[in-house]
């Protein structure tokens, strides 16, 4: 699994329980697909059932069963997730937290009803997370794994999204602030914006609307302070914001290679029986999903 550096920082600051800037039960789109997805599954729970959700970031699937399916009991959920995270505002007593790697779980042997992943067990090793998977589940126990798929609209505007970062990243927009100690903010700031203008017209269409969202917080870093040092140091934050944000896309992007792997080792398990689907909005997938249940 990589360097968790990328989501800590990320979760310090998401105000929402995903990584998406968008609660799963909201509207009639792609979203409406996944949240009505687990609600199917949520289903399936019993009042004494222990849960795990791997990858759980501020609690999405909690925050999704308290708000769409208040009348469903469970014994005991355990949040995992090896970043940082703020843990959801309304989780009940019976709700845990634990920062930990997918493949060495903090979980005794067989103690586990249900276990969850939606967009995180294929950030880790397949092996190693799918073995410790089955470690954790109770004979009889079952897991449903929703994973990036690398056709998604996900996965499409993630790449689009990495490209223009690394437009403006390796743009000139950061380098000459840097060498200026004192003098003309108008300069840094004229500098700036020809640059911008520049890249929104010589890159491609499809980055316009990202490039425009980094333009928005350039300009934003450009005009916090008439101090060239202090709007040098503004621009400096933006730069590794940028440099951050494009890793923890390219962490997704990579992530949709990961599914493949989970679900051949998994199928080829004698302890467990797996069924995978794709979910679909007008044709086009969303996300890959493995159901499995131990024997």
Known sequence: MQSSKVWDDYWQYQTTSNSFASEYGDGDGPYSVVSKTWLEAFSSIGAEDTIV?????????LNLLITQSPATKFHRWINVDYANVKPLANAGANVEWQKANFTRLDIEDGMVDRVFSMFGFEYADPKKASLELLRVLKTDGEAALMCHHPDSIITKQSKISIAAHRTISSDKIFKLPKKVQSGDIAMIRRHSLNRLMYQLDHSPKEQADDIKLIGNKIHQALHASEQPQQVTSYLQQVEQNLRL?????????????????????????SACNVTSDELTFQDVPIAYLLNLKKQ
Do not use: P
């Open 53 to 61: 959700d791997l990858g759980s970031g501020s609690g999405a699937l």
């Open 245 to 269: 944000y494009s890793e923890r896309l390219s962490q997704q992007v990579a992530s949709t290679q990961s599914f493949d792997k989970i679900r051949r080792f998994l199928e080829n398990q």
